[in-house]
């Protein structure tokens, strides 16, 4: 299982299920984390549990002295939002090492992908994160601003 991190300002998900249905606001977040989640044949719900466990303690957030010091956790300790939007992202498995058009190969498929990605979510919010979501298995467009900027990839 695989996320990628963007600390960010503000970051929003617009989804649609056709070519012929306009973009509509799926989820949305200020201050936070956008994290790109790609799922992988031989994920089990104990990666979705760890890469949760993960997000909630990674110390990327900003403390008063503009050090990245605190996690999503301190942040909800402190009674602030802790916030996340999660967006699947099977392309994250996407393999260019041959030729120009990348395999997706490595990418589970949706019906393997999308409780693993739906487990992850609940466990964040169980800790106390506000997550939105993409919709899995459309088009979304991903408006965001990373501040920092500060990205990372997670591979559990």
């Known amino acids: 299982m695989r996320g990628l991190v963007q600390r960010v300002g503000?970051?929003?998900?617009?989804?649609?299920?056709?070519?012929?249905?306009?973009?509509e606001l799926a989820g949305a977040i200020g201050p936070g984390l956008?994290?790109?989640?790609?799922v992988t044949?031989?994920?089990?719900?104990?990666?979705?549990?760890?890469l949760a466990a993960k997000l909630w303690g990674?110390?990327?957030?900003?403390?008063?002295?503009?050090?990245?010091?605190?996690s999503l956790s301190d942040t909800a300790a402190a009674r602030q939002s802790a916030e996340v939007l999660v967006v699947s992202q099977?392309?994250?498995?996407?393999?260019?090492?041959?030729?120009?058009?990348p395999s997706w190969i490595g990418a589970a498929r949706p019906e393997h992908a999308e409780p693993l990605v739906d487990r992850l979510v609940a466990q964040l919010r169980e800790a106390g994160a506000t997550v939105e979501t993409g919709i899995?298995?459309?088009?979304m467009e991903v408006d965001?601003?990373?501040?920092?900027?500060?990205?990372?990839?997670?591979?559990?």
């Open 34 to 38: 956008c994290v790109f989640v790609g």
């Open 10 to 23: 503000r970051a929003e998900v617009r989804s649609r299920t056709s070519a012929d249905d306009p973009f």
């Open 41 to 50: 044949h031989d994920d089990t719900p104990d990666h979705a549990d760890r």
């Open 58 to 70: 990674l110390r990327i957030l900003d403390d008063r002295d503009g050090v990245m010091n605190r």
């Open 90 to 101: 099977f392309t994250l498995y996407g393999d260019a090492r041959k030729g120009r058009r």
């Open 144 to 156: 965001l601003t990373n501040d920092g900027p500060v990205t990372l990839m997670l591979e559990i």
């Open 136 to 139: 899995f298995q459309t088009e």
